[in-house]
Each structure stands twice: as C-alpha cells, then as structure tokens.
T-cell receptor, first 119, second 112 residues
Framework: GAVVSQHPSWVICKSGTSVKIECRSL??????MFWYRQFPKQSLMLMAT?????????EQGVEKDKFLINHASLTLSTLTVTSAHPEDSSFYIC???????????????FGPGTRLLVL | QKEVEQDPGPLSVPEGAIVSLNCTYS??????FMWYRQYSRKGPELLMY????GNKEDGRFTAQVDKSSKYISLFIRDSQPSDSATYLC????????????FGAGTRLAVHP
C-alpha cells in the first residue's frame, strides 16, 4: 500500500515554456501532498504543502507564481513550473501523507521523482 | 546549527559487513523517527518508522533511537551491493501533523 506515482519521470523543455508535473496517490486518498526539490548530492528541500481543495502553503523563498500547485482531488496534485529557466532544472519529488501499517501517526510516502532539464 | 546532523559520507564497505548509519538532532521534542533509502535518480523509500526510544528490527535492518542522547541509528546486517544507496534520516514532532525534518543523507556503497 501507500504507492505514489509521478508523471512524467523526466522532461526536457525550452526556456520560457511551462511544465506540469502530476503526483498521484494510487491506493489511498491523500488530503495533503508535498512537493520537494532536490539538487545533486543534496537532501530534500520542501517547496510547498498541497492541501486538497485549498491553496498550497509555500515555504519561505519559494515563488508561488513560479511554482503553481493545484490539489484538485484526493488523489492528484500538480506542480506547474511556469516560464521555466535553466536554473529551474532539478529533481522534483512529491509525497503524500499516509499511516504506515501498525503505526498510529502518519508519515510521508514519496513518488519516484521527475527530472526537469530546461535548455 | 542544523536541527538534524547526518554525515554525508560516502561510506564504502565490503559485502557482508555490518553498516551503522547515524543522525543526531537538537530538538528534544521530536517523537517520530524514520529512515528512508534513496537510490540514484529515484524517490525516497520508507525503510523504518519508530516512535520514541528503543529498537525496531525488520529483516536485516535495525533502527535504534536514544532520545536521552538525541541520537538515532540504522544498522544493516549482512550488507549487499543492492543496499548501495543514500540513506536519509527524518523526524517529526507529535501532536497533529508536522513537517518532516531530514538529515543530509549518507551515501553508502557496498562493494562485492
């Protein structure tokens, strides 16, 4: 259980275009999903918390107009990188809250990630 | 000072070795502790999930939490080349949902 998918797994785009990344919880409903960014050999950097039916909460320093998040259903959140530039090239990972088997408190299950390269 | 400190490695061990991965933290309010494994170019995978102090074993993996020392460990017995990955510790507070605070991750290489 607690499987999270992402699509696409990688994308190459030209500078100035917008890119949409989908995150889906496959076998459970997720009222809250998270979007992370990861640079090579670095840890995860939380970008925003996505709540179903409401606006996302962005971390300090993350441009909300640059990284649009929509959580339209209990199984789908999308991240749109608008007017992408080479510095937006990175590995984007989503996660969703779920309770592990035998546990009483939620943790996060991660998707496989999306590698974005902006030329 | 970072909330969670983790040696980034890399750590290189021969196949069959016992591996010890560690994190220290500064916030004594952390109650839930996790270890994630991340293969190159993949998302993190939840390995171990523990609450408060004590040990938890799952196959070749043992997670240990020492709240008095603010220190958590992950032990891997009989390490295999397939264990080569980055291991991230993570922790969070109790009482409702709180963000996960991650360590930097330790890169492990198990060579045949």
């Amino acid at each position: 259980g607690a499987v999270v998918s992402q699509h696409p797994s990688w994308v190459i785009c030209k500078s100035g275009t917008s890119v949409k990344i989908e995150c889906r919880s496959l076998d459970f409903q997720a009222t809250t999903m998270f979007w992370y960014r990861q640079f090579p050999k670095q840890s995860l950097m939380l970008m925003a918390t996505s709540n179903e039916g409401s606006k996302a909460t962005y971390e300090q320093g993350v441009e909300k107009d640059k990284f649009l998040i929509n959580h339209a259903s209990l199984t789908l959140s999308t991240l749109t990188v608008t007017s992408a530039h080479p510095e937006d090239s990175s590995f984007y990972i989503c996660s969703a809250r779920a309770i592990p088997q035998g546990a009483v408190k939620e943790t996060q299950y991660f998707g496989p990630g999306t590698r974005l390269l902006v030329l | 000072q970072k909330e969670v400190e983790q040696d980034p490695g890399p750590l290189s061990v021969p196949e069959g070795a016992i591996v010890s991965l560690n994190c220290t933290y500064s916030n004594s309010a952390f109650q839930y502790f996790m270890w994630y494994r991340q293969y190159s170019r993949k998302g993190p995978e939840l390995l171990m999930y523990t609450y408060s102090s004590g040990n938890k074993e799952d196959g070749r993996f043992t997670a240990q939490v020492d709240k008095s020392s603010k220190y958590i460990s992950l032990f891997i017995r009989d390490s295999q080349p397939s264990d080569s990955a980055t291991y991230l510790c993570a922790m969070t507070l109790s009482g409702g949902y709180n963000k996960l605070i991650f360590g930097a991750g330790t890169r492990l290489a198990v060579h045949p």
